[in-house]
């Protein structure tokens, strides 16, 4: 395979996806937006932050802090109403962000590039890339300020022991399968017992019960590839792909059975919202959310069939997803609306 890009357009609505797991060929890349539109740092007008192709976002304390196209990071104070653009080093496209706590967070994409912030987002630096090799890394967790783990496509596995400083490749199982994500299940900076979870192309699970030390192949229930999970507010867990496949683990991580969904779009990443609500986003517009754990999705209107790579808490009462469009707040229907 040569090098992974985006597509944009209505075509993008499967390359979006594919492309994320690092599993489409390379189609024309998205062209970038005009240096002269996009200042370095700093403030950005709406109009701007709606054009830009935004892959993952997550919560760093208050902050929201979103990653994208051609090593874009923004970040905004007031739940998503306004942004800036974070001062970063020039990178390719950006894939995964995660945050520690409200001022340590690290940022992963194409060229196998890690990216590190202390100041909560404002401020970023290359701790590791490698642009020769065309390895795309995809997820990344931080289980405490020193012990992190990133992976990526072809099977892709890296993990450091010093914050970041040093990373070291680590076969984890046979064969090159994209792996997509990983996540904690349960508590991630526990002192024992560490639950981990990482999901990819074909089916693949992976559990770890050992905080990464040891990882064991998990038999699935899906052939199809797999591109993202959460944890709900009671302990399960719940993971989602291709063709709008959603599974329930209630034993952490160890069997799985499938959940009801009449979407059949390919569902990307997700969240835990305050109050228990989780919310799954993915292709052609699609938002679900669950207000039961996991044992059900609704539908959510978003008004768009632009593809969702994430989505977050925004506002109260509001889901935040990121995606091809760039940034929408989607207003979530009240309890009684979506009670089956």
Known sequence: MGPLQFTAGRAGLVAFALALAGCAPSPPARAPIEARILPASGPLRPETAARLLLTDATRAGQRIVAVGDHGYILTSDDDGASWKRAAAPDSPLLTGVYFLDAKNGWAVGHDAVVLATGDGGDTWTRQ????????????????????????????????????????????????????????????????????????????????????????????????????????????????????????????????????EDTSSATLMGGSRLP??????????????ASRDDGRTFAAVATGTVHPFGKAIPGAPGRALVVGEAGLRQVTLPPERAEAK
Do not use: C
Not at 199 to 221: F, Q
Not at 276 to 284: D, E, T
């Open 275 to 288: 109050h228990g609500v989780l919310v799954v986003a993915g292709n052609a517009g699609t938002l679900l």
């Open 128 to 259: 590791f890339s490698a642009p020769s090799e065309d390895r795309p890394l995809m997820g990344i967790l931080f289980l405490d300020r020193e012990h992190g783990i990133a992976v990526g496509a072809y099977g892709d596995y890296v993990e450091t022991s010093d914050g970041g400083r040093t990373w070291k490749e680590r076969k984890i199982e046979s064969g090159d399968r994209h792996l997509n994500a990983i996540l904690p299940i349960g508590d991630a900076q526990a002192p024992e017992g560490r639950r981990l979870l990482i999901v990819g192309e074909e089916g693949t699970i992976l559990l770890s019960k050992d905080g990464g030390a040891g990882w064991t192949k998990v038999p699935s229930p899906y052939k199809g590839s797999l591109f993202g999970g959460v944890t709900a507010a009671d302990g399960s867990v719940v993971i989602f792909g291709l063709r709008g496949r959603i599974f329930r683990s209630t034993d952490g991580g160890e069997t799985w059975t499938p959940v």
